[in-house]
């Protein structure tokens, strides 16, 4: 083979067996993975901040629901329990008072 195509198969076969950007390459590959990894490391310690911040307001917020007076005015303090009718069982802890009308005591 002579000429031009020689000439271009003689220069494929070198840029082939040439290695010297390969450790670029892999540097660049493993570079990604390690940034794909320390970022993600990143979002889920916001992630879990975010979590304790919320989890301690919701623990506060109980917290003066439970000892505080009410904000609006007829507001009952406590639901008293009914009297549950001979003929029906008693409810279970979380009922809400609107399910029956025996359930809570009226509080007026």
């Given at each position: 083979?002579?000429?031009?195509?020689?000439?271009?198969?003689?220069?494929?076969?070198?840029?082939?067996?040439?290695?010297?950007?390969?450790?670029?390459?892999?540097?660049?590959l493993v570079f990604g993975?390690?940034?794909?990894?320390?970022?993600?490391?990143?979002?889920?310690?916001?992630?879990?901040?975010?979590?304790?911040?919320?989890?301690?307001?919701?623990?506060?917020?109980?917290?003066?629901?439970?000892?505080?007076?009410?904000?609006?005015?007829?507001?009952?303090?406590?639901?008293?329990?009914?009297?549950?009718?001979?003929?029906?069982?008693?409810?279970?802890?979380?009922?809400?008072?609107?399910?029956?009308?025996?359930?809570?005591?009226?509080?007026?």
């Amino acid at each position: 083979m002579t000429g031009p195509l020689a000439y271009h198969a003689r220069a494929l076969r070198r840029f082939l067996r040439d290695e010297e950007g390969a450790t670029l390459v892999e540097f660049t590959l493993v570079f990604g993975l390690y940034l794909l990894v320390f970022f993600g490391l990143l979002d889920f310690g916001r992630l879990a901040f975010h979590y304790v911040n919320m989890q301690r307001g919701l623990q506060v917020a109980a917290r003066l629901a439970a000892v505080r007076p009410a904000a609006c005015a007829g507001v009952p303090e406590m639901n008293e329990r009914g009297v549950t009718p001979k003929d029906e069982t008693e409810p279970q802890f979380g009922t809400n008072c609107s399910a029956k009308s025996w359930v809570c005591a009226a509080p007026a």
